[in-house]
């Protein structure tokens, strides 16, 4: 329970100000705190998820607080390698925090694991859009760390597509608490006019894209995977298709999650990068 209260304070200070629809995300699981059921059998991890086996998702990192502790105790958000000393993240993470407060937890999916290698942040870049239009809109920014990680980096998405299902994964709150080994879970993807349909007026089609099981729930990111990645199916060469965000509670039927859209945002990225290099 600390550990969730950590997770409120921290990203509640940063961010509950004036955000409508997204501070109501960080309110945690669902209303009743009770995990959703719905199909009899659930599973609590990530939401319905399970163990992510190492080298499944290489460029999945945490992100957290230098200091003293465990990256396990320090771990706030989850961020994406995406250059060799690059990583992206939400800006909803980092946009009340300078460089010097953050670190990167790469190496290993368990963060007590004696193979995680932190690595110190060098200069951030925030969305300059980030909120705009709308609250969230762009929720998205970049990290760049004092030295090279040896991670294999996923390729940005390009272009705006429709998929079946997406994969998800992180640290974050599984309804049973926050897990020490990364989770990953498969979630279906939800139209934009279903997610506008879900949340009227909270929805930039444009910069965000929607997944979950809108029929049963059960699926979802949740609170501590803010940041991470959401990917095109394992298989071929996955891409990096969105950054999660926010959502009303978490694997709750008719609330999906929803993700910064990489491919609305790829080539501003791709222009903060050139000016890093
Ligand atoms: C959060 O608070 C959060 N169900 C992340 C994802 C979702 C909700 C909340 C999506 O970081």
Redesign the pocket.
């Known amino acids: 329970m600390d550990r969730k209260r950590k997770?409120l304070i921290r990203?509640g200070a940063g961010v509950a100000a004036g955000l409508g629809a997204a501070a109501i995300?960080?309110t945690?699981i669902a209303a009743n705190a009770e995990p959703v059921d719905t199909k009899g059998d659930f599973e609590a991890q990530i939401?319905g998820g399970g163990d992510v086996a190492e080298g499944q998702y290489p460029w999945l990192v945490g992100l957290g607080s230098p200091g003293e502790g465990t990256a396990y105790e320090r771990q706030f958000?989850g961020g994406t390698v995406i250059a060799e000393d690059v990583v992206l993240t939400?800006a909803?993470c980092v946009e009340e925090s300078a460089a010097a407060d953050l670190v990167v937890f790469s190496g290993a999916i368990d963060l007590e694991s004696e193979d995680v290698v932190e690595t110190a942040v060098a200069d951030l870049h925030v969305a300059e859009d980030y909120n705009d239009p709308i609250a969230m809109a762009n929720d998205w920014a970049l990290l760049k760390l004092a030295e090279p990680v040896d991670v294999e980096p996923i390729a940005l998405g390009t272009e705006v597509e429709e998929f079946d299902a997406l994969e998800t994964a992180g640290w974050?709150d599984t309804g049973e608490g926050f897990p020490t080994t990364a989770q990953w879970v498969e979630v279906p993807f939800v139209s934009d006019a279903d997610c506008e349909a879900a949340y009227p007026d909270e929805v930039d089609a444009a910069s965000m894209l929607c997944a979950?099981d809108l029929e049963n729930g059960g699926v979802?990111?949740?609170?501590?995977?803010?940041g991470g990645p959401i990917m095109s199916p394992a298989g071929e060469d996955q891409v990096l298709v969105g950054i999660?965000?926010?959502?009303?509670?978490?694997?709750e039927a008719g609330?999906?999650?929803?993700y910064g859209e990489v491919a609305e945002f790829d080539e501003t990225i791709e222009a903060v990068l050139a000016g890093w290099e």
């Open positions: 997770h990203l995300a960080w945690g939401i958000c939400a909803h974050g979950g979802d990111s949740c609170q501590g995977d803010s999660v965000s926010w959502g009303y509670g978490c694997a609330n999906p999650g929803v």
